[in-house]
């Protein structure tokens, strides 16, 4: 017995050091609550579909905070979701001020705005695939110049590797898929800024269609498989779910953890099995499947893809660490805007953030400061708005000039 109160002590104790982030914000985000309304975290950490707020019941306006009050009108008034939100507004308008009202009622007398650009070369990719045979040297010449202007990121390799195997080409396909199988889902927001919910439903109808010709290639079974796991845990939605149940692999713990042992399929695809793991068993678990698999043995290259997985946990060997951070630092400290935040939330590990200090002096300031700067100008800059002020909310920074940018 004395044996095992040791071994919770130690357990707590490794809870204790991994405080950069909590187990939900990985694993599945809760929904959280206001004084006026409870949130899903879908509204911001973009899915592929939204949910809806709902207002408390019998709500008295003057016994909400008014800027809760605002956040939660000025969402479901943004994505025109269904849940009494103009009842509520009409109750409480005169709780709010004049400017607010007015930037909820403007929603409707603005121009809707343009598709993201990623987002509509990605459907126009879709429905080519759909139409056209891309084994015709012309048509693969255009989808090809057609995928090299969109960033890296999941939509590229989902088209990138469907096209390779519509080629025949198994190595360049599980190139692509290991791709997205490994991002850390928080990335997927810079990538995808949704205006819509109509938006949302297009994008998921094109992902669903490439993911379903995907796992119908038998040779690419194992990898297909993995890829429908993904989805499912990213798009939080019932089809991709009950294909795993149709093609029957609703794998079991067990069953996961020899999976993830593999050199092929498990190991390669680290970042993967660490989101699987840590789901379905003790985060210890996953953190040490991180731990034992995370080092030169298996990992020489392109080691910053891995970077998101250092904001829970550390490789052991201490040469490989450093050389880990080294490569971190070198390749997101000029990148875009993911991996800016990315530095941020990896601040708390000291030699990352001396090398930032060494690099721009900016990184001395305090981790919140330094948060709160970037959802500040994230909004400033009018890019990915919701996530933005979903954060800001969550830091504390309650102000509803940042709603201006709307």
Known sequence: MKTFFLFLISLNTLFAQDNLIKKEELFRLKAFETTAAFFTPNISYKGFHYEKINFKKDIICQQVK???LFFALFYSARFLIDNNWEQVFKKCQDYLLVKEKKAISGLFKEKKKSRNATLLTFHELVKTFKEKPVKKFKIRKEIL???KTMPNGLLRSLAEGFLALKLSNKAWAHKEISKIINTNFTKVIFE???NSEKEAKLLLEDITFLVNEIIKYKEN???GNLLLHYMALLSDGENFKNKINEKDVNWSLQEMRVLAKDYTYGIKNLGFWF??????AFKQEALTYFTDFFN??????KLSRYAWLLQYGRPLDPEFRAKFYRSVVADHMNSGIYSQYLLIRLLEIEEI???LVKKDPYYKKPPFSLKRNFFRKLVKSG???DFAIYELYLLGDRDSKVFQSY
């Open 66 to 68: 008014r800027y809760d």
């Open 145 to 147: 110049q057609k995928i």
């Open 192 to 194: 995808i800024d949704l």
């Open 221 to 223: 079974k194992d990898i």
């Open 275 to 280: 989101y699987m793991i840590g789901k379905r």
């Open 296 to 301: 030169e043995s298996f990992f020489k290259y």
């Open 353 to 355: 953030k001396s090398e």
């Open 383 to 385: 890019k990915y708005l």
